[in-house]
C-alpha cells in the first residue's frame, strides 16, 4: 500500500509499505481522511524532538471499518462505519496513567510521531482507540483530534459559565478552546495576528477578537474586562511572547493553561504566579470525553467545519501541501489528505 513518509528534514517521498496486519483485538480501517497537524510541520521542518526519521506523519484521521477482530467485543462495531481514533497510548504504569491521566503518560506514543501514523491506505488500531462518530463525514472526523486538545485545555482551565476567557492563537487548537469554552457560556475573546484566523474564532464561537499585530494588546483587553483582565488564558501558539502574554493578561486569581510547544526557554517575572495566586496548568493531549464532546459539537453542526480546512489534497500532492505550509505558515488553519 502507499504512504507519505517524512524521510528526513525537508524532504518527502511517496514509499510503498506492507499493509498492516491487524491483531485479534484490532480493528482495520481504510483511511479516508488525514489532517496535517503543527507537529507534523515540526516533524518536517526537524523541530520535532519526540520524532525519529524516517517517519510516516498523521494522526488527525477518519477511517471507514474494513475488518473488525475477533477479540473484539461483539456488536460495538461494524464494517463500512465512520470512525476516528485516539492516536495515543498509555503505559498504564506512569504516575499520570495511575492517576487517570493517560493523555499525559509519561511513555506516551502518538501515531506519526514516536510510531508510524495514518497517511497511508490501511491502518490496524486497538479496538479501545477507535470511536464510533456515525453521522460525520470524513472532513468532520479529521477534525476532532485537533478540537479536542483545545476542549482538554478547557477542561483543565475548569472554564465555567460567565468566564471572560482569553484564547490566543486560532489555529485548529485554538479554535478547538474557543468552541469548547463558547459551548461552556464563557465569553471568549481570540487574539491571533491574521484577520482570517480572527473571523474564524468569531465564528467558532468567540464574541470578541483581538489583533494583537494592530492594537495594543494588554490595553485592548484590560478595557474589554473593566481593567480585571482574564479569568482564564489559553495559549495556543507556543511561542516565548504568548507564553508571557497569557500570564501578564491573567486577572487576579485567574487560571493560565498552556497547550503550545515552546521552542526556546521562556523568561519570566515570576513575581506574578505569587501576587496573583494564578493557577498554571499544562494541557497535553486530550481525554476520551474530550473526544467525544467534540463529536457531539460536530453532531449539532455548531462548528464552522468548511471555513477550518484551508485545503485539500490527494496523497499524490500531500508532500508538495506540507512544503508550501512551511514556507507561509499562517496561510494554513488546516491541510485534509484525502485517499481514494
Ligand atoms: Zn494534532
Ligand atoms: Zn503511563
Redesign the pocket.
Known sequence: MRALQIEREGRTRLVTVAPPEPAAGDVLLHVRTVGFCGSDLNTYRGLNPLVSYPRIPGHELAGTIEHVGAAVPAGRFRPGMQVTVVPYT?????????RGR?N?????QTLGVQREGALTEWIAVPWEKVLDAEGLSPRELALVEPLAVGFHAVDRGRVAAGDIVVVIGCGAVGLGAIAGAARRGARVVAVDVAADKLALGRKAGASETVDSRAVGLSDRLRALTNGDGADVVIEAVGLPETFVAAVHEAAFAARVVFIGYAKAPVTFDTSQFVKKELDILGSRNATAADFVAVIEMLRDRAFPVTDAVTRVVGLDDAGAALHDWSRDPSSITRIHVDLP
Open positions: 498509555a503505559c498504564g504504569r506512569c504516575t499520570a496513567c495511575r493517560a499525559a503518560c509519561r511513555d506516551n
